[in-house]
């Protein structure tokens, strides 16, 4: 089963506006990455942000975390038309017992449209 | 560096029959993982290797079969195909994760039609 659910599952705006994608998740995690995914591509990694990270930023990105919401989002600033794709975001959870071993559990995606 | 690549990109089959998707990568990563994409999802992780022959299941390992005998090589079979396995297949690699976690590198994807 899915890990958690993303929101909202399809966003439109115009070139320059701000793009924010919610993300919601159901057990304790060691890190949250977020990936994007163009049109019939693979995967490309964004940003990862672990437990005990609050906020990460990356160019144009920032992503923050909420243990106790369980949630985190993904704000894209200033955006293009180059940023239309599937964005996902993924977790590895945490195992007090011995190791994740680094699998993903993926969100459903959010679908970004940026029109020019 | 090629990174992570896969082959075939396309195959459609007939149920019942088999076949062996190929999955190589050249950053000497460990950990390799196989993850299924079906439309309107996200990623479901299938099998994964956390080194060379050793292989463990995911979440949706039923109908499939992986091995890993080279470091660089995972491969992931299909005795029997059906239906419910048409999906698009992603291989992704990472160095054996440390305690912050890391990133994975993904493949372009196998998209699988079984008719």
């Known amino acids: 089963s899915q890990q958690g659910e993303e929101d909202p599952q399809a966003l439109s705006i115009q070139e320059g506006e701000n793009a924010t994608m919610n993300c919601s998740y159901k057990t304790s995690i060691n890190n949250l990455q977020w990936y994007r995914q163009n049109s019939g591509r693979g995967l490309v990694h964004l940003i990862l942000?672990?437990?005990?990270?609050r906020e990460k930023h990356s160019g144009r990105l920032r992503v923050t975390l909420d243990t106790s919401k369980k949630s985190s989002s993904l704000l894209i600033t200033a955006s293009r038309a180059a940023d239309t794709a599937s964005y996902f975001c993924?977790?590895?959870?945490?195992?007090?017992?011995?190791?994740?071993?680094?699998?993903?559990?993926f969100g459903q995606g959010t679908i970004l449209t940026v029109h020019p | 560096n090629a990174g992570v690549t896969q082959t075939p990109k396309f195959r459609v089959l007939k149920t019942g029959q088999s076949m062996t998707l190929l999955c190589a990568q050249d950053m000497n990563h460990e950990y390799m993982y196989w993850y299924r994409q079906d439309p309107g999802m996200g990623l479901r992780l299938i099998h994964y290797s956390v080194g060379e022959g050793t292989t463990a299941k995911g979440e949706v390992p039923d109908g499939y079969n992986v091995s890993r005998l080279k470091k660089q090589n995972f491969l992931l079979g299909l005795e029997s195909a059906a239906p419910s396995q048409t999906s698009v297949y992603f291989c992704?690699?990472?160095?054996?994760?440390?305690?912050?976690?890391?990133?994975?590198?993904f493949g372009p994807g196998t998209r699988l039609t079984v008719l």
């Open positions: 993924a977790t590895v959870g945490s195992n007090a017992g011995g190791t994740s071993y680094g699998k993903l559990t």
């Open positions: 992704a690699s990472t160095h054996r994760p440390h305690e912050g976690g890391r990133e994975q590198f």
């Open positions: 942000i672990r437990s005990n990270e």
